[in-house]
């Protein structure tokens, strides 16, 4: 089977690119032809991620004025067709202690943001006749993590707002999809996978076998931001290597019988 195919029009920006998942989705766009507009808060890591895709920097920290950051990438592509909001953050801490400020920060970055910088986008897909939005969920949706203040709650925002933007904006000829990541070995949880016996046990959890990539997630962006795609919008696509399938597995089972029979069905 061929490659999933970049639409003739291939201008996209990938916020949060300079390292982890958004560096994986960035680096599978540019090998299918994308022109791709790096943005990160931190400077260097865009600047350095743009040089080596043969794209553009659009440093900036995109949860302070996602519009300027939209706008910014236009303007050094010379007019914008896609649009990955893929910038996230954690700020840790249990639901009864979490402070006004963790959930500020992490409602402008991962929500407020990715609304302000779709609705910039949308001006500009409409000058070019039509664009593709995919934006960064999560698994943490269906089964959250303790501590993590108010990231499942956002997370959960984003695929809603990614149905209601597909059907707010289908007959303006966009498509606005997300990808809900599983476990993917970034930064982000780098002092869980750093641990030999932590990533051992996590690894044996996934069915396919294994830890995810960047890249991994970068295929299925790239995916459904391509013209393969043309008629999915509105949708949440798990990657996750089967894990979120996994849990009548994890349940305690009786012992098979003497004679090896199987289990009794849940
Ligand atoms: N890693 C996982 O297991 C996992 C699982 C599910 C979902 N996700 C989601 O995938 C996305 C990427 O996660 P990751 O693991 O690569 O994270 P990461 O922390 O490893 O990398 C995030 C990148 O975004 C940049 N960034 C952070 N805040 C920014 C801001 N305000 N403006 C611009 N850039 C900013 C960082 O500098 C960094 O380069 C996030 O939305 C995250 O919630 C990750």
Redesign the pocket.
């Known amino acids: 089977m061929s490659a999933p195919t970049a639409p003739r029009r291939s201008r996209v920006l990938v916020?949060?690119a300079?390292?982890?998942?958004?560096a994986g989705i960035a680096t599978v766009l540019a090998e299918r032809g994308w022109r791709v507009a790096v943005?990160?808060?931190?400077a260097d890591?865009a600047q350095q991620m743009a040089a080596a895709l043969g794209g553009v920097a659009v440093p900036?920290?995109?949860?302070a004025d996602p519009a300027a950051v939209v706008t910014a990438a236009a303007r050094a592509l010379g007019g914008l067709d896609a649009l990955v909001n893929?910038?996230?953050?954690h700020r840790r801490a249990p639901l009864d202690r979490v402070r006004p400020d963790q959930l500020d920060d992490v409602y402008a970055?991962?929500l407020r943001a990715v609304v302000l910088a779709s609705q910039a986008a949308l001006a500009e897909f409409e000058r070019a006749g039509g664009g593709a939005i995919v934006n960064?969920s999560?698994?943490?949706t269906v089964t959250p993590q303790m501590d993590v203040g108010l990231y499942t709650a956002t997370?959960a925002g984003v695929s809603a707002f990614t149905a209601q933007a597909a059907v707010e904006w289908g007959s303006r000829h966009v498509r606005v999809n997300a990808v809900a990541?599983?476990?993917?070995r970034?930064?982000?949880?780098e002092a869980v996978y750093a641990d030999p016996v932590l990533h051992e046990q996590r690894r044996a959890m996934v069915p396919l076998g294994r830890i995810g990539t960047?890249t991994d997630i970068g295929a299925v962006v790239a995916f459904l931001l391509s013209d393969d795609a043309a008629y999915i919008t509105g949708q949440t696509i798990v990657v996750d290597g089967g894990f979120t399938q996994t849990l009548i597995g994890l349940l305690p089972h009786p012992e098979p019988t003497q004679h090896g029979e199987p289990r009794p069905p849940q």
Request: net charge neutral; no cysteine.
């Open positions: 916020t949060g300079g390292s982890g998942i958004g943005n990160d808060v931190n890591a900036g920290n995109i949860g893929n910038a996230g953050i970055v991962n960064l999560s698994i943490a997370k990541p599983g476990m993917t970034t930064a982000m949880a960047p």
